[in-house]
């Protein structure tokens, strides 16, 4: 028997308990990658001599496998006294990484705004904090709205890595029922189920978005 | 980011790496690290020569198939795209041999990979192969070709290099995604590193290394895209001066 009915129906509620991890894990770690980015992308802009240093700093990031980063977080902090729990530690490392990707799809959002928008601010004698918050990005935010989207999905489907960590989110808890009955089949074909059902939505709802950004900007 | 900037950053690491490697800690680690290092190198050449192949296949499907092969290249696209690599790797190693196929986990690990970063290859070709304008099917069209000759002698030519910087990345996504492998028990190089770690509890020297060598080798690949980008576009200015 390959694929058992009932077997499945039977872990499904445990599943959907360690789902509910793994969308927490998501948000939070989101929430992390979305605000670190803007700050990131912000100072690149605000402070002259950094943009150098953040762009070799992404580019350290994006260059390195997210699984190292979080066993770095993971192991490698608590010896500068930072312990961390499994489930803060992945999180944390997965909103840093992404907050990397964010940051460049901030400064795309800033370089498509006018230069001549800083020019009258500047002759408005607006600070630059009234700048950035009155005037740059709420124009530079909404177009990008679709590219951070596209990485809230990407996010969504790393944190099965935090099973490497033991974090017990749904690929692990798929592994400990497939180690716990010797059936490996409808756990992990439920995991697979359940991203692409997920990924398949979210992909809907960025379109439809867009659809709606690309409907008022026209107006 | 430039060239240069990439160059710098390379030869930075690779003398990080050699420095440190001067330092009884970290020279403990590196014969290992590097053992494991070639087994990633290994992983992420096959897979992306395997990614390559179902980029390009799943697209020429998608795009100029017949309808069942078109909806089997789509529905390839979206469950590998859909779902985790994790998964992916983990369904491949565990649940396949509930079908009777066993395989090890060197071939799970490339196939795995290659299928992973296949489909979000056959979405670039899709893009490189659309964006060759249309004037140039029509002109094939005019000398009398058939469609097979003008993808292969007018289209693809052109499409590839609009797909060089998109298949650099890539090909970095999936080097990066070989220390997933180490979850199903291939000593690569995070394998390597969760090993030593364990036995050894010196965290700060392996993972340092450990991020310099990935650093290393993702540069590396960055790099080799950039030069064959110039290489292939330099045709292309010289044919449109002439």
Request: overall charge positive; charged content about 10%.
């Amino acid at each position: 028997m390959i694929w058992d009915w009932s077997f499945a129906l039977e872990i499904l509620p445990v599943l959907a308990r360690a789902a509910v991890i793994s969308i927490e894990a998501t948000l939070l770690g989101f929430a992390i990658a979305a605000s670190l980015g803007l700050i990131l992308a912000v100072i690149r802009i605000a402070v002259p001599w950094t943009g150098w240093t953040i762009s070799v700093l992404v580019e350290l990031i994006r260059s390195t496998p997210l699984l190292i980063q979080i066993f770095f977080v993971y192991f490698v902090f608590p010896k500068f006294g930072l312990v961390l729990d499994a489930f803060t530690a992945g999180v944390l490392a997965i909103g840093i990484h992404y907050a990397a990707y964010c940051s460049e799809v901030y400064r795309a959002g800033f370089d498509n705004i006018h230069r001549g928008q800083w020019e009258a601010s500047i002759a408005l004698n607006l600070s630059s904090w009234t700048t950035f918050r009155d005037i740059i990005i709420p124009q530079a935010i909404p177009p990008i709205v679709p590219a951070l989207g596209n990485y809230l999905v990407a996010l969504f489907k790393e944190t099965p890595l935090l099973s490497a960590i033991a974090v017990l989110e749904l690929m692990q808890t798929a592994k400990i029922i497939g180690s716990e009955t010797f059936r490996y089949t409808e756990p992990i074909t439920l995991v697979g189920l359940f991203f692409l059902a997920m990924s398949l939505v979210s992909a809907a709802l960025i379109r439809a978005l867009e659809r709606l950004l690309n409907r008022r900007n026209a107006r | 980011m430039g060239i240069r900037t990439l160059v710098g950053m390379l030869v930075v690491s690779l003398a990080l790496i050699a420095v440190l490697a001067t330092q009884a800690t970290y020279s403990l680690f590196l014969p290992g690290l590097l053992q494991g290092a070639a087994l990633t190198i290994e992983i992420a050449v096959l897979g992306s020569l395997l990614a390559v192949v179902m980029g390009v296949l799943a697209a020429l499907a998608r795009m100029y198939g017949p309808a069942p092969l078109r909806w089997l290249a789509t529905v390839y696209v979206e469950i590998f795209r859909g779902t985790s690599a994790l998964v992916q790797l983990f369904w491949l190693f565990f649940v396949l041999p509930q079908f009777g196929v066993t395989l090890d986990a060197f071939p799970v690990a490339v196939l795995a990979l290659g299928l992973n970063v296949g489909a979000y290859g056959s979405e670039c070709v899709r893009g490189a192969i659309q964006s060759v304008a249309r004037g140039q099917w029509e002109a094939g069209t005019a000398l009398n070709m058939s469609r097979a000759q003008m993808l292969r002698r007018i289209i693809l030519p052109q499409a590839f290099i609009a797909m060089i910087p998109p298949w650099g990345n890539l090909f970095i996504e999936l080097l990066k995604s070989t220390a997933l492998v180490s979850l199903i028990t291939l000593s690569d190089l995070a394998f390597k590193a969760q090993q030593m770690n364990q036995n050894t509890f010196k965290t700060i020297p392996i993972f340092t290394l450990v991020l310099l060598m990935y650093l290393a080798m993702s540069l590396t690949v960055s790099i080799g895209m950039r030069l064959l980008e110039r290489r292939a576009s330099l045709g292309l200015a010289r044919g449109k001066a002439a």
